[in-house]
C-alpha cells in the first residue's frame, strides 16, 4: 500500500502577541440573518466575554471562529490569524509594509483559519462547546491527553492515524493538571467527575492544545454560584499567565464586568439590521453597531445594555467588586 505524505504545515514559535481577526463576516440559515457584518479582534494574552441575549448568535460566532459551523450555515467573511512569525509554507500569505523611510521594514504574516486543515487550526485555536458528554470513561490524564492530538506524532497512517503521544506530551498533561490543581483527579475516571470537576478537566484538555487563543461556550453553564467565579478568575488568570486569548460567551453580564478585559455585547443581527456595520469601540448604543465593544467601565451602561438586550437596566458601582453591576 502506497502511502502519500502530506505537506506539513510548522509552527514557529514567537514571543510577539498575536491578533484573531474577523472581518465583515455574516452568517444566515436561508434567509434567516445570525450574524451581520461583524468585526473584530482578540488579542493573545487579554480575558474578554461575549454576552448577549438567547439567539443573538454567541454560539454560531464562536463555532464559525473555531472552524466547526454547521454545514447548512451559509457564511461570508475572514477570521484571519495575524502574527509577526505564525505559520510557514504555502498556506501563509505574506505581506511587507513600511510606515515611513525611517522605520525598519516589517514582515507580517496573515492566515486565513478558514482554509487550514482542522488539525493545523487546532494547533492556534481551541475551542470548548457548551455541553459534552463521553461514553467512554477515560481517566482524566487519557482525556486531557486527546488535547495533545493536534502536536503529536502520528502513527502508520500517516497524519490521520492513531496519534503516538510522547514523553513530551504527558509532560504537557502533567503540567497542566498541576496548573489547575487537578493532579489529584489524574486517574480518577470522567464520569466519577462532578460537573464542576469535569469542567475544569474539560478545560484542561482545551490548555493541553497549547493554543494561541481560546474560545468557550458557556463555560459557566450549569456551575453553582461559588465556581461560577472561581472559574472566571481562572480564566482571567489564564490568560494573563499563559498570554492565551480567551473569548467566552457569558449570560451574567455581572461576571464579566468583574473578571474581563473587556466585554463584547452582541445583539441580535435584526436589531443592527440597518446600521453602521463596523467594529465598535463606542461605548453609545446610539452608534448602533453590528457588535459594541470596549472596557467593562466603557460597555456598562444603561443605553448599552437595553440596546443588546431590548430591556431597562440600572448600573452601579459595587466597591466590593470594584466595577460596575
Not at 464559525?64 to 510557514?88: H, I, N, P, Y
Amino acid at each position: 500500500m502506497k502511502v502519500t505524505k502530506l505537506p506539513v504545515v510548522e509552527l514557529a514559535e514567537t514571543t510577539a502577541a498575536t491578533e484573531l481577526r474577523i472581518s465583515n463576516l455574516n452568517a444566515s440559515y436561508k434567509e434567516t440573518p445570525i450574524l451581520r457584518d461583524i468585526n473584530l479582534s482578540l488579542l493573545q494574552g487579554e480575558f474578554v466575554c461575549l454576552c448577549g441575549p438567547n439567539g443573538a448568535g454567541k454560539s454560531t460566532l464562536l463555532s464559525v471562529m473555531a472552524g466547526v459551523q454547521d454545514a447548512a450555515l451559509k457564511v461570508t467573511g475572514e477570521v484571519r490569524w495575524l502574527s509577526a512569525r505564525s505559520l510557514t509554507g504555502e498556506v501563509a500569505e505574506r505581506s511587507r509594509s513600511t510606515d515611513g523611510a525611517s522605520e525598519p521594514e516589517m514582515e507580517q504574516t496573515s492566515v486565513n483559519l478558514q482554509k487550514l486543515a482542522r488539525r493545523d487550526a487546532a494547533r492556534i485555536i481551541a475551542y470548548l462547546q457548551q455541553n459534552e458528554y463521553s461514553e467512554w470513561d477515560f481517566t482524566v490524564h487519557n482525556y486531557v491527553l486527546q488535547g495533545r492530538y493536534a502536536h503529536a506524532q502520528s502513527g502508520f497512517f500517516g497524519r490521520f492515524g492513531p496519534a503516538n503521544y510522547t514523553a513530551a506530551d504527558n509532560a504537557v498533561v502533567d503540567g497542566v493538571l498541576a496548573d489547575l490543581s487537578l493532579q489529584q483527579f489524574a486517574n480518577r475516571t470522567i464520569h466519577t467527575l462532578s460537573g464542576g470537576e469535569f469542567q475544569k478537566v474539560r478545560l484542561a484538555r482545551a490548555l493541553a492544545q497549547t493554543p494561541k487563543f481560546l474560545l468557550l461556550d458557556e463555560p459557566a453553564a450549569n456551575l453553582d454560584y461559588v465556581f461560577e467565579p472561581h472559574l472566571m478568575q481562572l480564566l482571567s488568570d489564564t490568560a494573563h499567565s499563559k498570554n492565551i486569548g480567551i473569548l467566552a460567551a457569558v449570560h451574567d453580564i455581572n461576571l464579566a464586568a468583574r473578571y474581563a478585559d473587556k466585554i463584547i455585547l452582541l445583539p441580535p443581527a435584526r436589531t443592527s439590521a440597518n446600521s453602521e456595520t463596523s467594529a465598535s469601540t463606542e461605548t453609545s448604543a446610539s452608534s448602533k453597531k453590528s457588535v459594541l465593544s470596549g472596557t467593562p467601565s466603557d460597555i456598562m451602561n444603561t443605553d448599552n445594555l437595553k440596546f443588546t438586550f431590548g430591556v431597562d437596566f440600572e448600573c452601579r458601582e459595587i466597591k466590593s467588586f470594584q466595577s460596575l453591576q
